[in-house]
């Protein structure tokens, strides 16, 4: 179930699951896309006339896409404990997908997920967020 | 007092992304104080449902962020004179280093932003802060840089990939 | 003010700038480029200078900080400010 709220309006397409691989021990990787349509609230006031997906709404895509993809069964209940580093490579604009790759990294008591956001003319940002495991603090 | 006349002169974002509501203080170049109420009438909680329970109203967490680097951008912006925010130059969120989250925000809450510059350069700020309700921080940020870039710069080239020539939403302007 | 280190150690400078452009401490060399060997912007170069600075206790023009495009030119750099307060 999709947090209800959210800035971005987007449904989350989840093209692979975290899933730990056995074999190779690397760490679960996930995939997931979104398309960013016109009508997307952000972008009435970001900027009229001049429509650009806002940074922070780029972090929420990878926020939203790690609450669906979280490994665990039943799947982990995340709380987001830290924007560790986002840098912003390229803009994103109305009608433009997305392709999140998420890394996900056991770390004490909960999750470390670096991501790369794609868009349709090349990389668009990396994200690196810290999760606890659990209830808000 | 700043009014709110001065925030949304200042910078350019519109409903519902202008998420300041009043600059307290601000020693231009230096620091900013800066308030913004959280309310269940923004568009982000239109969709919940009456049975909701407190936790699912948080405020998420990337708009505390926006808006603490709304209140970093009215302080950028009253570097510049001209005062018309899109004149040219667009102010950009260039990156973000460890922002920590420390307890969630709920309607009701008054977010206080405090900004204070780390670096001022001809075309790029950095800064550091909190975020703080009713005198407790829930938000810290160890690092933020926005960059100042000319508008045209950032028109998107015609995305081979889409079939129409200009890309939707983008007016040469 | 948090305390600022004064001695200036090669290797020490080398954790921070990689810890910074998030890179192996071991691919960066003094000599390598941070933005042609290791492709980082100048929003992330520029970040770089300023930890430096603060790390450092030490104030750089705009132009000396555009002139840091490595470890070696940083620890010149350094080294200069540090024997000049």
Redesign the interface.
């Known amino acids: 179930m999709p947090t209800v709220v959210s800035p971005v309006r987007a449904p989350v397409h989840v093209l692979a699951e975290a899933v730990a691989d056995p074999t190779t021990g690397a760490a679960p990787r996930s995939v997931t896309s979104l398309v960013l349509e016109t009508q997307e609230p952000v972008f009435r006031g970001h900027y009229p006339g001049f429509p650009i997906f806002p940074g922070v709404c780029l972090i929420e895509c990878v926020h939203r896409s790690c609450l669906t993809t979280a490994p665990g069964t039943p799947r982990a209940v995340l709380t987001l404990a830290a924007v560790e580093s986002t840098r912003f490579l390229g803009a994103v604009f109305p009608g433009d997908r997305i392709v999140i790759e998420s890394t996900w990294t056991a770390i004490s008591d909960g999750w470390r997920v670096t991501a790369r956001i794609r868009g349709d003319r090349g990389d668009v940002a990396a994200v690196r967020l810290r999760y606890h495991t659990g209830e808000a603090g | 007092m700043t009014s709110t006349w001065t925030v949304a002169h200042r910078l ?7 998420l300041v509501d009043r600059v307290v203080t601000a020693v231009p170049g230096s620091e900013i104080v800066a308030l913004k109420a959280v309310t269940t009438n923004e ?3 239109a ?3 009456g049975d ?1 329970r407190d ?9 505390l ?2 808006s603490w ?1 709304q209140s970093a951008g009215i302080l950028a912006a009253s570097r510049s004179s001209d005062g018309d925010p ?1 004149s040219g130059d ?1 102010m ?13 925000v709920l309607p009701g809450d008054v977010l206080e932003h405090r900004v204070r510059v ?2 001022l ?2 075309d ?1 700020m ?1 800064f550091e802060g909190e975020c703080l309700v009713a005198g407790r921080p829930v938000m810290t940020v160890e ?1 933020m ?1 926005m ?1 100042f870039r000319p ?1 045209q710069t ?1 028109r ?2 015609p ?1 081979t ?2 079939d129409s020539g200009s ?5 040469e ?1 | 003010m948090a305390s600022t280190e004064t001695v200036l150690d090669k290797e020490d400078l080398r954790a921070t700038v990689a810890q910074v452009v998030e890179v192996d401490v071991d691919e960066i060399h003094d000599d390598t480029s941070l933005v042609d060997d290791l492709g980082v912007d100048s929003l992330m170069a520029l970040e770089v200078v300023v930890v430096l600075e603060k790390k450092y206790g030490v104030r750089m023009t705009e132009s000396e900080l555009k002139q840091v495009t490595s470890l070696q030119r940083a620890y010149d750099l350094l080294a200069a400010k540090l024997r000049t307060p």
Request: charged residues 15%; negative net charge.
């Open positions: 350019p974002h519109r409903y519902p992304m202008l568009p982000w909680y969709e919940v449902s909701a936790g699912d109203l948080a405020y998420p967490a990337v708009l962020m926006e680097a899109l667009v950009l969120f260039g990156g973000a280093t460890e922002v920590r989250f420390l307890h969630p780390v670096r350069l001809s790029t950095i690092r840089v960059a508008a950032l998107p080239a995305s990939t889409s890309p939707a939403g983008t007016q302007d």
